[in-house]
């Protein structure tokens, strides 16, 4: 597996982009004020690690790692075939993600019902003024 | 048989988890009795497993056979046992009294609230004893989830600060991922041995130095640490009175945990220390949060939040050991999780019971009266605050006993000044408290609702709290044993 390193400003604009979705990820949660807009931007943020993961498993002209019968005549070159691992790590990570942002969500309802509102500012001053 | 016990430990509390929601359908007590079944049978496995590790060396699982660094690996040595046995010790006594504490203040939630308890505690085992950085993460999110859970169910402001929590923790584990990203990058590999084996060869990459930040940032987040301790208070603060007593003892020490075994089992000694510097960065930082919690504290006027920011400090105590990275240090940093574990569970467990039986943890409204109705609540309290401040022979003392000497082998006196002043302040807040109910006689003792009337609280309630307590002076006694029993094994290479 290469060290995608080595190549990152020579071919990989994949990580360019996805450096990008993180630094605007985390921005979102950082500043917006608005609770289900920092949601968002953690998906945002999720989403730009999990792509970062499976870009370093691509290679030029390689393939899924499926052996198929015909192909036992000659060595199985591991150059032919993409890495398997991150992206399968990374469907434990969406899995991890999609759970997140359900009980995100579950949250959010209960806030909603309480406080009529999701804006951080307005919470904190209804959280402030005898919520205790 | 033995050979199962590292993924028994964690596997016991899943199959609880999934199985006590359907027999809560019969009867809903069913659930709290599965739970308390499933801990104690944990608590029984991990200290056997302890045994095990002590007599014949540390022991691997290969989960599904396959063999690692290809498979995942689950490894119980010295560190993950002592921890898994404190996790499953501390949650066992606390969930003694926590049934009475949930009907106090969640009627009605009983099922799931001891289903939750189940699967945090499934994940923090997990997080104990994987030998898998990737299983690590997801150990992580399965404890983290649960624990949001628990935190939201608490007063009417809770769901905010749980979800305050969720967002800080989900973007540390996210930087934890990340961080994980680089190192697999450069290694190949997510097994903690193996990654430690070809690590040096990866040395000048300064590719590495970004990952081992990203992750130092992102357990540096689930443990509190201080700058990022920002979710902690107002989730200990809101969540209700028996999920406090639960993850305040053992939420932030896996995080602690993580760091132990990140810095010093995979990146190594070496690195972190003597080429580049990390631990100083913790210690500095761990300094700061311990003199930041503590003044914090002081200025709280409600038990449970001034409990919440003493927890920044103490955490402070545990990264201060790591930071200093030797010997002295680190048995200073494993034994205040122990210590932290007894006295903070002791400490919301009183302050659980103060709010069943008093309605409030309002310290201004704390005075003889309280004391007199619950004489023997307080004196659980009492330990807890001795040990806290770090009175011997409490446990307290002993531990920053050895963070003060790791301190001075380092010839880093600045540290002992911190160890120092903040006791002081410590002995600040906690006296505050013992002054107002064994010193102040009731201000309004005429006309009010029994105000000389005994009021325990409940012998269930009132038997974790006692039994902490007698923990936290048997640790302290002899806490040369556990030193130099099980301690003394966990020894990083090179440290």
Same mark, same amino acid.
């Given at each position: 597996m290469g060290p995608p390193m080595g190549d990152f400003w020579g071919g990989g604009y994949a990580y360019a982009a996805t450096a990008a979705l993180l630094v605007i990820g985390l921005y979102a949660i950082l500043v917006k004020r608005n609770l289900v807009k920092k949601l968002i931007g953690l998906n945002i943020l999720q989403a730009a690690i999990i792509l970062t993961w499976v870009a370093t498993a691509t290679k030029p002209d390689?393939?899924?790692?499926?052996?198929?019968?015909?192909?036992?005549?000659?060595?199985?070159?591991?150059?032919?075939?993409?890495?398997?691992?991150?992206?399968?790590?990374?469907?434990?990570?969406?899995?991890?993600?999609?759970?997140?942002?359900?009980?995100?969500f579950a949250l959010l309802i209960s806030i909603f019902r309480r406080y009529g509102t999701l804006d951080e500012g307005e919470l904190l001053g209804e959280m402030r003024n005898g919520g205790g | 048989m033995t050979e199962h016990l590292p993924v028994l430990i964690p596997l016991v509390l899943l199959t609880a988890a999934l199985a006590s929601p359907l027999f809560g359908l019969i009867r809903h007590s069913w659930t709290y009795r599965i739970t308390v079944a499933a801990v104690a049978l944990d608590a029984g496995l991990t200290m056997w497993g302890l045994a095990e590790v002590i007599a014949d060396g540390p022991m691997s699982y290969r989960l599904g056979g396959w063999v690692p660094p290809i498979g995942i690996e689950f490894v119980l040595d010295p560190l993950s046992a002592f921890f898994a046995t404190v996790i499953a010790v501390v949650a066992l006594v606390v969930l003694v009294g926590a049934r009475?504490?949930?009907?106090?203040?969640?009627?009605?939630?009983?099922?799931?609230?001891?289903?939750?308890?189940?699967?945090?505690?499934?994940?923090?085992?997990?997080?104990? &004893?994987?030998?898998?950085?990737?299983?690590?993460?997801?150990? !992580?999110?399965?404890?983290?989830?649960?624990?949001?859970?628990?935190?939201?169910?608490?007063?009417? #402001?809770?769901?905010?600060?749980?979800?305050?929590?969720?967002?800080?923790?989900?973007?540390?584990?996210?930087?934890?991922? @990340?961080?994980?990203?680089?190192?697999?990058?450069?290694?190949?590999?997510?097994?903690?041995?193996?990654?430690?084996?070809?690590?040096?060869?990866?040395? *000048? %990459?300064?590719?590495?130095?970004?990952?081992?930040?990203?992750?130092?940032?992102?357990?540096?987040?689930?443990?509190? !640490?201080?700058?990022?301790?920002?979710?902690?208070?107002?989730?200990?603060?809101?969540?209700?009175?028996?999920?406090?007593?639960?993850?305040?003892?053992?939420?932030?020490?896996v995080g602690a945990y993580a760091l132990i075994r990140i810095l010093f089992f995979v990146f190594?000694?070496?690195?972190?220390?003597?080429?580049?510097?990390v631990t100083d960065v913790v210690l500095w930082l761990s300094a700061v949060g311990i003199i930041y919690g503590s003044v914090m504290a002081i200025a709280q006027r409600e038990m449970k939040r001034m409990l919440a920011y003493s927890s920044v400090a103490q955490v402070g105590y545990i990264g201060l050991g790591i930071g200093l990275a030797n010997p002295v240090g680190l048995i200073g940093a494993v034994l205040h999780v122990?210590?932290?574990?007894?006295?903070?569970?002791?400490?919301?467990?009183?302050?659980?019971?103060?709010?069943?039986?008093?309605?409030?943890?309002?310290?201004?409204? &704390?005075?003889?009266?309280?004391?007199?109705?619950?004489?023997?609540?307080?004196?659980?309290?009492?330990?807890?605050?001795?040990? !806290? &401040?770090?009175? #011997?022979?409490?446990?307290?003392?002993?531990?920053?006993?050895? @963070?003060?000497?790791?301190?001075?082998?380092?010839?880093?006196?600045?540290?002992?000044?911190?160890?120092?002043?903040?006791?002081?302040?410590?002995?600040?807040?906690?006296?505050?408290?013992?002054?107002?109910?064994?010193?102040?006689?009731? *201000?309004?003792?005429?006309?009010?609702?029994?105000?000389?009337?005994? %009021?325990?609280?409940?012998?269930? !309630?009132?038997?974790?709290?006692?039994?902490?307590?007698?923990?936290i002076v048997a640790l302290g006694v002899f806490n040369a044993v556990l030193v130099n029993g099980v301690i003394d094994l966990i020894r990083p290479a090179g440290l």
């Open positions: 390689a393939t899924v790692p499926v052996l198929e019968s015909h192909s036992g005549e000659h060595l199985v070159e591991a150059a032919d075939y993409l890495n398997p691992l991150p992206h399968t790590l990374m469907l434990t990570a969406i899995v991890v993600g999609v759970a997140t942002t359900g009980v995100a | 009475a504490l949930v009907a106090e203040e969640l009627p009605e939630k009983e099922v799931p609230f001891f289903v939750a308890v189940l699967l945090m505690l499934t994940g923090f085992q997990g997080i104990v &004893i994987t030998g898998d950085l990737f299983n690590l993460f997801v150990f !992580m999110e399965i404890g983290a989830l649960a624990a949001y859970a628990l935190v939201a169910v608490g007063e009417r #402001p809770s769901p905010v600060a749980a979800f305050r929590y969720l967002l800080i923790g989900a973007t540390g584990a996210s930087l934890y991922l @990340l961080g994980l990203w680089f190192v697999y990058s450069l290694t190949g590999s997510l097994n903690m041995a193996d990654v430690a084996a070809i690590l040096p060869t990866v040395w *000048d %990459n300064p590719a590495m130095v970004i990952g081992l930040s990203l992750i130092v940032v992102g357990l540096g987040v689930k443990m509190a !640490m201080f700058p990022m301790h920002g979710w902690l208070p107002d989730a200990y603060t809101q969540a209700p009175s028996a999920a406090s007593a639960l993850i305040a003892p053992i939420g932030t020490k190594g000694v070496r690195l972190v220390r003597d080429r580049l510097a122990v210590n932290h574990a007894f006295m903070k569970a002791a400490l919301f467990v009183v302050a659980g019971n103060m709010r069943v039986k008093l309605g409030h943890t309002d310290i201004g409204r &704390i005075d003889a009266a309280v004391q007199r109705a619950m004489p023997w609540t307080m004196a659980a309290f009492t330990v807890g605050a001795l040990s !806290m &401040i770090g009175v #011997p022979p409490t446990a307290g003392f002993f531990s920053k006993w050895y @963070l003060a000497s790791g301190a001075i082998d380092r010839g880093l006196w600045i540290m002992v000044l911190v160890i120092l002043v903040s006791s002081l302040l410590n002995a600040v807040y906690f006296f505050r408290v013992l002054e107002r109910a064994y010193l102040r006689s009731g *201000d309004r003792e005429e006309g009010t609702e029994a105000a000389s009337g005994r %009021n325990e609280a409940r012998p269930v !309630m009132l038997v974790p709290a006692l039994l902490l307590a007698a923990g």
